[in-house]
């Protein structure tokens, strides 16, 4: 086989020349060119250095590890799952005021919101009767607020 009828080739990562030889199963096999000869037609470890060994950035042909699109749900799920047990657990035993004689169902962002406007000193009535979009409101004017007060410092 004269070397035109080869397929030659460059590694897309290293920049290697290399040559495509057939192995014993017919599959072709990327070989460093300088360990070719001209006659050379078939794969020959002994003779020949397969490029997959030599190559000195393999990493750019290896495939990001992706996880099955229906096993991330379920592991959301899960996580989601045990933060909620673990969340219910932690409010069945908070004894504050707000939380308690809360005229709303503490749910998990709810809890999150109550938190930050107890911190600001909310008034009690307010936290206990008014809902998320209006807590979110008097947060963002209020975290507004305290960053600036912070800055002046
Ligand atoms: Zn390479």
Redesign the pocket.
């Given at each position: 086989m004269s070397d035109n009828r080869r397929i030659q080739s460059e590694?897309k990562?290293?920049r290697?020349k290399i040559i495509y030889l057939l192995t014993e199963k017919n599959k072709l096999m990327p070989v460093d060119a300088d360990t070719v000869d001209k006659d050379d037609q078939h794969f020959n470890y002994k003779k020949h250095k397969s490029?997959f060994v030599t190559?000195?950035?393999p990493e750019v042909f290896r495939k990001p590890r992706t996880i099955d699109p229906k096993e991330k749900e379920r592991i959301d799920e899960e996580n989601f799952r045990r933060d909620l047990k673990i969340f219910k657990e932690k409010l069945s035993k908070d004894t504050r005021p707000f939380i308690k004689f809360n005229k709303i169902e503490v749910t998990m962002p709810r809890f999150n919101l109550l938190e930050r406007c107890a911190k600001l000193n909310m008034p009690f009535d307010d936290l206990i009767s008014k809902d998320n979009g209006e807590l979110r409101e008097w947060l963002s004017m209020h975290e507004a607020l305290e960053s600036e007060q912070l800055s002046l410092l």
């Open positions: 590694c990562a290293c290697t490029h190559c000195t950035r």
